[in-house]
């Protein structure tokens, strides 16, 4: 079974430019999240979709960031403009949960670097 | 707020000991708890989850968990090299919504 699909692996990019993150979850996967991981602490929830609805996205700053996931499959995280403090891993994580208790599988990030 | 709480180390172990990593959660309701294991410049693994009170035995890796202190573990035994790595708690709640600690730095020396 393949795992959860991102791209690009690294991006470098200097403050006030725009960055766009795609991820493609794990087949049949409902579940999907884009976390926020800065150095030397834990993940940190942006946003959350069920299917192609949002269900969190409480700590995604709506004035900068902003994501879609067409069909309930594939997904976008975009960020315009960029600011230093976006320097992070941008990690991707699908569930097949559909309501009830289901366990995240990660990609393997998106690591940006805002100059 | 669902805060979860983990330190963060680095836990130093010698090789074939057993680490304890700890973690307590502030909102009772959570549903289950996760841990991952997270080498460093990979994104996490899963190790186990648990939901119900008591003990839960996969391998060399058991999670403990007391809903009355609100306090979470993970065991290993006889801790290999292979082991370090940074060790992240998570509580699930509704919806299936993660909230994760920053992780405890375990280093097993050889």
Redesign the interface.
Known sequence: EAGVAQSPRYKIIEKRQSVAFWCNPISGHATLYWYQQILGQGPKLLIQFQNNGVVDDSQLPKDRFSAERLKGVDSTLKIQPAKLEDSAVYLCASSLARGGIGTQYFGPGTRLLVL | QKE?E?N?GPLSVPEGAIASLNCTYSDRGS??F?WYRQYSG?????IM?I?SNGDKEDGRFTAQLNKASQYVSLLIRDSQPSDSATY?C?A?YN?????????TKLNVKP
């Open positions: 979860v983990q963060s549903q289950s996760f990979k994104s996490p693994e899963l989850f939901y992240l998570a699930v919806f299936n919504k993660f909230y994760f600690g920053s992780g």
